[in-house]
């Protein structure tokens, strides 16, 4: 229990950090994009730590599958209460330029901070481990350099199962964005923590280039381009499609619904016998 002990207490000290940034961008509205940073941080940095538990954990500390899983839900569900409407995911930040939602520079803002806050999770990540604080930490920390890569399988199959999941999550990530948070965020993380489970034996199903940036793309057995073949283009991929298949079209680029036809929702004038009849009534009277 030691270990939990210490992997709470990271998870803690990263809530806290958001929360910080969060409470001081009040102040200063226009650079909400650093929120942005926050939240990819938090995701970053807390993802790796529940990999840790996930691959050393059960014999290193006794630790079950049911516990990781847990930890898991638990992480993405109080990400999402926190951060809110900062995904930490450049593929919905971009699903919102596309939907002319966001101008263009924000968008790149926002993209660019969710990298950056992805490199200062592995960071701190490292740092962390570097401490030894516990057995599973410091055998974590002796195996960093030999870390397993979440991509399992070859980069054709990798690609498909990250579109395809990335096309099922924007689905339902759409469907519910109109929703209120108390219903949306709890089944957003049950999603996101069923297709992470679901997919481990595969790519994991991150579906957000900057969270596999920092969590994979430094290990080795596959090449900087495959990682950006299935974790960068696959889930754009899976965006865009489900962006079409919800949408009819994708805004940005084509301004005519391409799948679906829409009904229009003006009356058209009344007929001239209805005025008339309508007239003459109104000079009885």
Same mark, same amino acid.
């Given at each position: %229990? ?5 992997? !709470?207490?990271?998870?803690?000290? *990263?809530? &806290? ?6 409470? #001081? ?9 650093? +929120? ?19 691959? &050393?954990?059960?014999? @290193?500390?006794? #630790? ?7 930890? +898991? ?13 900062? =995904? ?16 263009? !520079? =924000? ?10 806050? @992805? ?18 930490? %410091?055998?974590?920390?002796?195996? /960093? ?8 399988? =070859? ?15 924007? #689905? &339902?990530?759409? $469907? ?10 709890? +089944?957003? @993380? !049950? ?19 900057? +969270? @596999?940036?920092? #969590? ?14 299935? /974790? ?10 489900? !962006?079409?298949? /919800? ?5 940005? &680029?084509? *301004? ?13 004038? $009344? ?15």
């Amino acid at each position: %229990m030691s270990g939990l002990n210490a992997s !709470l207490g990271y998870f803690v000290a *990263a809530v &806290i950090f958001v929360v910080t940034v969060k409470i #001081l961008l009040k102040k200063w509205p226009r650079f909400s994009f650093i +929120l942005e940073f926050a939240s990819s941080f938090m995701l970053v940095a807390c993802w790796l730590e529940v990999q840790t538990i996930v691959e &050393i954990g059960q014999w @290193a500390g006794g #630790l079950g599958p049911d516990v990781t899983v847990t930890i +898991l839900f638990v992480m993405m569900l109080t990400h999402g209460v926190i951060c809110g409407t900062a =995904s930490g995911n450049p593929s919905l930040t971009l699903m919102k330029f596309l939907q002319l939602e966001a101008p263009i !520079l =924000s968008t790149v803002l926002a993209v660019a901070a969710q990298f950056a806050g @992805a490199h200062l999770g592995l960071i701190v990540a490292q740092y962390y481990w570097s401490l030894e604080l516990t057995d599973m930490h %410091m055998i974590k920390n002796l195996m /960093y350099g030999q870390c397993s890569t979440s991509l399992m399988v =070859s980069m054709p199959q990798g690609f498909f199962t990250e579109s395809t999941c990335a096309l099922i999550f924007c #689905l &339902i990530y759409l $469907k519910l964005s109109r929703r209120s948070a108390f219903i949306r965020v709890p +089944l957003i @993380a !049950l999603l996101l923590t069923f297709l992470s489970y679901t997919a481990r034996q595969y790519t994991s199903a991150f579906m957000n280039p900057s +969270l @596999a940036y920092g #969590l994979t793309f430094h290990c080795p057995g596959n090449t900087f381009t495959q990682y950006a073949v299935v /974790y960068w283009l696959g889930p754009l991929t899976g965006m865009m499609v489900a !962006l079409l298949l /919800y949408v009819g079209h994708i805004p940005r &680029i084509f *301004a005519k619904n391409l799948l679906y036809s829409q009904k229009t929702r003006f009356k058209g004038p $009344k007929r001239p016998e209805t005025q008339t009849t309508a007239h003459k009534y109104h000079n009885i009277v």
